[in-house]
Each structure stands twice: as structure tokens, then as C-alpha cells.
């Protein structure tokens, strides 16, 4: 699985929601993490589509986080971002396989296992974790 450039800027978007906890501009955003005005408008148009962000009108409008941080993973950002989260086709849930062996196979057996592995990551790393890191960085 890659992610979408739009995937990351999201991410991005929603930790500076994190860090302005009383809400941004689109503009504010777009400077905040470097991307187009445009951009960050279309990416916060999902995220509000997906219930991560509100948007209120007006002057003094913009754009805060829907929850808590500490309620809001990576996996819930990518979820609303993504087509698919699956790291292979046979995992959807039609359970496709040009083979037709989905029940029996012992590839999908390891997928089964390496998707779970990753959907449990990123749903334990949430906006809070991310904010803390970045006030806290390791060297890795």
C-alpha cells in the first residue's frame, strides 16, 4: 500500500488542527503545512465529508477537528482519504482472486495477518501521539 500525496497532506492538515485548537483557516492551513490554498481546500472538503474536521462560514470561520485528537488515528484519516486501505485486492470484501482460491490460500493467510498488523499500528497512533512526537522527536 502507498498512500496518496492527498493522504499525507491530510495527515498534515489534521495535525495542525491539532496544534490550533481553536481552528484555522483553509489559508492558514495551506501556509501552515506548505501546500496550495486549492489543495488544502479540496483535502479539508473530505476530511469534513469523512466527520474529521467541521467547518463553520464567515468571517471568522475556518476549519477545527470534529473530535478530541485523542480520538482521531491514522487509520481514520487514511480510511476517509483512501479508496482502500488493504494491502491486496483478495482482501476487499468481495474477496477477489483471479485464482479463486481466496479460502485456501496460504498467501492470503500472511495478507490476513500483515493487514491486521497495520490497521492495529495506525489505528494506536492518533493526532495526540503524532503532536507528542513532534514536540519530542527521536532519533530513529
Given at each position: 500500500?502507498?498512500?496518496?500525496?492527498?493522504?499525507?497532506?491530510?495527515?498534515?492538515?489534521?495535525?495542525?488542527?491539532?496544534?490550533?485548537?481553536?481552528?484555522?483557516?483553509?489559508?492558514?492551513?495551506?501556509?501552515?503545512?506548505?501546500?496550495?490554498?486549492?489543495?488544502?481546500?479540496?483535502?479539508?472538503?473530505?476530511?469534513?465529508?469523512?466527520?474529521?474536521v467541521t467547518s463553520t462560514l464567515g468571517s471568522?470561520?475556518?476549519?477545527?477537528?470534529?473530535?478530541?485528537?485523542?480520538?482521531?488515528?491514522?487509520?481514520?484519516?487514511?480510511?476517509?482519504?483512501?479508496?482502500?486501505?488493504?494491502?491486496?485486492?483478495?482482501?476487499?470484501?468481495?474477496?477477489?482472486?483471479?485464482?479463486?482460491?481466496?479460502?485456501?490460500?496460504?498467501?492470503r493467510k500472511a495478507y490476513v495477518k500483515l493487514?491486521?498488523?497495520?490497521?492495529d499500528y495506525l489505528g494506536s497512533c492518533t493526532?495526540?501521539?503524532?503532536?507528542?512526537?513532534?514536540?519530542?522527536?527521536?532519533?530513529?
Amino acid at each position: 500500500m502507498q498512500l496518496n500525496l492527498s493522504t499525507d497532506y491530510a495527515i498534515r492538515c489534521m495535525i495542525h488542527l491539532t496544534l490550533k485548537r481553536e481552528g484555522d483557516s483553509a489559508l492558514g492551513i495551506s501556509k501552515g503545512i506548505g501546500i496550495e490554498r486549492i489543495h488544502a481546500q479540496k483535502i479539508l472538503r473530505q476530511l469534513r465529508q469523512g466527520d474529521l474536521v467541521t467547518s463553520t462560514l464567515g468571517s471568522a470561520g475556518g476549519f477545527a477537528l470534529a473530535r478530541e485528537p485523542e480520538t482521531i488515528s491514522l487509520l481514520d484519516i487514511i480510511t476517509v482519504m483512501e479508496k482502500s486501505v488493504y494491502i491486496n485486492r483478495c482482501l476487499e470484501e468481495d474477496h477477489f482472486c483471479n485464482l479463486t482460491r481466496t479460502d485456501y490460500c496460504p498467501v492470503r493467510k500472511a495478507y490476513v495477518k500483515l493487514q491486521q498488523q497495520i490497521e492495529d499500528y495506525l489505528g494506536s497512533c492518533t493526532l495526540t501521539k503524532l503532536v507528542e512526537d513532534l514536540n519530542n522527536p527521536s532519533e530513529e
